[in-house]
């Protein structure tokens, strides 16, 4: 990419602007309140021609498919989260609308809103857990919690839409649908695999659902979850509608990867898209285990429990090296002792936004051939540049360069600078399917124009809010990439790049002081991060409840609360913190 394109993206010059209100988060949240005309080009206007209006008119025809968005699902309470195998069905009623809700304003906090979708649609990525008991119930699956889930993460939570689906592909049989028979017979030999259940592929319509019994429903969980080769809740609803891929599908994958392409410096056949982040992760786990099969992988630093999780059950072993300050050496002697298929980090790492320096790393690994992927979710590629040091980026697209908490979405990214870049991308290039839906990819595509300004400012209020933390009395510890290994950090941070907008922060005497901080705290609580609200959680409890001791013995405790800061008024985003970590 030149230095002007660059410039466009990453600082000053004609950048991609939006006004603020393109930010303000509603029901939906995927249509700005203004855009610029495909006739305008970095800041010119000049006479629509022919082909110019048949642009503006593709353009516009995108943002009516988004409208569909409105059409709401009923919110069926959900009898339990192990539904897979349930006679019961869903109520399905397409034209029910949730209200509307500025959650800037008036966020989704309080005890009565638990289970409430977070955005209010049928596609939100997230669910109110407002109390730090109602996460505890979640994790131990009580019914009074359970119950009252109308959403959740697509990964974890199957959303009405995907489980009507299942329910007609597998006739009350164990059942969820993936989006190509690939994905389904891959899905199916896991089963087969590592619980000895039968499973089977069943063709229907478009799509194809994997069926097995209740004893295989674990795996067939597992590897939904794991490898997020999932079908998005607008496939799933175009699926029992009837409808089928959006005419001009390709054309917008083709925009949003001419996009993320400009972002991290690379030609756009160099991006793959993904359904999800973990699809991206595990498209790059398939392609280093194919370049040298039979070797396991390292995970450097502590990561997001599924990174680690898709290593150990899909790869051929996940070696945690999570002690940072130590990482060369123990990489050093890893390497003198097995051969790996490749290391993977997080840039940086989540929950305590902490990375290993890929500069120190980087002649190690390489000296063994060993390809590095980095996660660059929590950073952004508007932050830091890993050119120089990641071999491939997989990267979520669900999070900060979506930002509205309503659509699921991965790429990664073959770095064209690596050494390894001519063996690693005809490997991905050759596995690669389109299975990003196409109305998932109107939505990415809209958002990630006003990704760039939209980052500045969760840089800023992110900043802000962990600064006072950090001297505030009640306050014990923060973490935040400022601070934690900054070091490791400011190497790949770009010259005007921020640190983020995920703050984690423990407060003194956790143990009895945490749950009613986070009970009392003003702000949407749920799982997910990156939206353009700001979200809490306790994320060891939601991510590793059933290994806690196992999290901290590796310096995470269960009494943090982690923090993704939107876009709000930071001085009003501090005073709710304030009043939360006054008491009652």
């Known amino acids: 990419m030149s230095g002007e394109a660059r410039t466009r993206y990453w600082g000053g010059g004609n950048g991609v602007h939006r006004p603020s209100s393109c930010y303000r988060c509603t029901a939906e949240g995927e249509k700005p309140s203004s855009r610029a005309s495909p006739a305008k080009v970095a800041g010119r206007v000049s006479r629509p021609t022919p082909p110019e209006r048949q642009k503006a008119r593709l353009e516009q025809a995108r943002f009516e498919m988004a409208k569909r ?155 939904w979850q794991h490898t997020g080769l999932i079908v998005s809740t607008r496939e799933a609803e175009a699926h029992l509608a009837g409808r089928g891929p959006v005419a001009d599908d390709e054309a917008v994958r083709r925009s949003l990867r001419r996009q993320l392409a400009g972002f991290y410096d690379c030609a756009e056949d160099d991006v793959f898209l993904a359904p999800t982040g973990m699809a991206a992760q595990f498209a790059a786990l398939q392609a280093v285990i194919q370049r040298t099969p039979g070797r396991p992988t390292a995970q450097l630093g502590f990561p997001y429990v599924d990174s680690l999780k898709l290593q150990q059950k899909l790869g051929h072993g996940g070696i945690l090296l999570h002690h940072l300050e130590s990482i060369e050496s123990e990489l050093k002697d890893l390497l003198r002792r097995q051969p790996l298929a490749a290391c993977f980090c997080e840039i940086p790492g989540n929950p305590l936004l902490g990375c290993a320096d890929v500069r120190r790393i980087s002649p190690i690994r ?57 063996e690693l991308k005809p490997i991905v290039s050759a596995q690669h399917e389109e299975l990003l839906w196409g109305e998932d990819a109107v939505v990415l595509d809209a958002q990630a124009r006003s990704f760039p300004e939209r980052m500045k400012r969760h840089n800023q209020n992110g900043l802000l809010l962990a600064e006072r933390l950090r001297r505030h009395p009640a306050v014990e510890r923060v973490w935040y990439p400022k601070w934690e290994f900054s070091e490791a950090y400011e190497a790949v941070r770009r010259p005007d790049g921020g640190w983020g907008a995920l703050v984690t922060f423990m407060p003194k005497h956790g143990d009895t002081k945490s749950p009613g901080i986070y009970d009392r705290l003003a702000f949407c609580k749920g799982p997910s991060l990156g939206t353009i609200f700001t979200l809490a959680c306790p994320f060891t409890l939601l991510a590793h409840y059933t290994e806690l001791e196992w999290a901290e013995s590796c310096g995470v405790s269960r009494y943090l609360i982690r923090i993704s800061v939107g876009l709000e008024d930071p001085e009003d985003l501090w005073r709710r913190l304030q009043r939360a970590l006054a008491g009652p």
């Not at 009252?148 to 592909?169: C, D, K, M, N, W």
């Not at 996660?375 to 360069?401: C, E, M, Q, R």
């Open 366 to 422: 390489r000296g063994h051939r060993v390809p590095l992927v980095a996660d660059d979710v929590v950073a952004t590629p508007a932050n830091v540049d890993l050119g120089d040091y990641a071999d491939l980026i997989a990267t979520s697209l669900t999070k900060f360069i979506a930002g509205t908490g309503n659509v699921m979405g991965g790429a990664l990214i073959c770095n064209p600078k690596s050494p390894f870049y001519h």
């Open 69 to 223: 968005d409105r059409q709401e699902l009923g919110s069926a309470r959900m009898p339990s989260l192990n539904w897979l195998s349930e006679p019961s069905r869903p109520s399905f009623l397409p034209k029910t609308s949730m209200s509307a809700r500025d959650l800037y304003q008036d966020p989704v906090w309080q005890g009565e809103e638990l289970g409430q979708p977070i955005p209010a649609s049928p596609h939100a990525v997230s669910v109110a857990l407002p109390r730090w008991q109602d996460v505890v119930g979640y994790e131990e699956k009580k019914p009074e919690v359970v119950n009252a889930l109308t959403s959740g993460y697509p990964r974890f939570f199957i959303h009405a839409q995907v489980r009507e689906l299942a329910q007609q592909i597998g006739e009350r049989r164990p059942c969820l649908p993936f989006p190509s028979l690939r994905a389904a017979r891959l899905c199916a030999g896991f089963i087969e695999r590592t619980s000895g259940e039968q499973a089977k592929v069943v063709a229907f319509r478009s799509i194809h659902g994997v069926v097995t019994s209740e004893k295989g429903t674990d795996a067939l969980r597992a590897f």
